[in-house]
């Protein structure tokens, strides 16, 4: 079972990274432009940050869920959480790719 | 077209330089050099903003040599007052 915790657990630390990146980009464009364009692009950033880094706090760092997650969680349930964070992960790799271009 | 260059000026990293590309073709066609020079950027720098910018038709290069100009595509051109509304934004 551990691989898929593991990689749902370093999928979720990847778009916390890639993330805060992407946020740092359209603020500071923010800040040059005061787009709504680039507005839209800073707010979607940060509450998928926010999603991320939630997740990244329950699975590794929260005293009582994290001890949860790692052992009372079904492979079933882990596998598609897994998922989830890595088409995130894939999803992000590409707008990164055209953001930081 | 409206979209594109929002996005492509102002949603990535480095729209500002493109923004500065695209006003000094606009006031008179450069080739990669002049503008290295004129907007103190590195020659590298300008041809990938330029390569980003004809990729998304917001520029048109005249001519096929090595020392080809660069002008606004005629859809940037329709759409220049977008353009110009970021551009105030910077100054």
């Given at each position: 079972m551990s691989i898929w915790v593991d990689v749902a657990k370093v999928s979720s630390g990847i778009n916390v990274v890639v993330l805060l990146a992407l946020s740092a980009i359209w603020a500071r464009n923010y800040l040059t432009f005061r787009s709504k364009h680039a507005v839209g692009l800073l707010?979607?950033?940060?509450?998928?940050?926010?999603?991320?880094?939630?997740?990244?706090?329950m699975y590794?760092?929260?005293?009582?869920?994290?001890?949860?997650?790692?052992?009372?969680?079904?492979?079933?349930?882990?596998?598609?959480?897994?998922?989830?964070?890595?088409?995130?992960?894939?999803?992000?790799a590409f707008l990164a790719w055209v953001t930081v271009d | 077209m409206e979209?594109?260059?929002?996005?492509?000026?102002?949603?990535?990293?480095?729209?500002?330089?493109?923004?500065?590309?695209?006003?000094?073709?606009?006031e008179?066609?450069?080739?990669?050099?002049?503008?290295a020079e004129t907007l103190d950027l590195d020659y590298k720098t300008i041809r990938h903003h330029l390569d980003v910018l004809m990729d998304n038709?917001?520029?048109?290069?005249?001519?096929?040599?090595?020392?080809?100009?660069?002008l606004p595509s005629q859809r940037c051109r329709a759409n220049w007052e977008t353009v110009e509304t970021i551009v105030d934004r910077i100054d």
């Open positions: 707010v979607f950033g940060v509450f998928l940050l926010a999603e991320n880094a939630l997740a990244f706090y590794l760092l929260d005293p009582t869920l994290s001890g949860w997650f790692s052992t009372k969680v079904p492979v079933i349930v882990w596998r598609l959480m897994m998922l989830l964070h890595v088409f995130e992960t894939i999803g992000l | 979209a594109v260059l929002w996005y492509v000026l102002t949603g990535t990293r480095g729209g500002e330089n493109r923004v500065r590309i695209l006003k000094t073709v606009e008179q066609p450069r080739n990669a050099n002049q503008l038709d917001v520029v048109q290069r005249s001519g096929d040599d090595y020392g080809a100009v660069y």
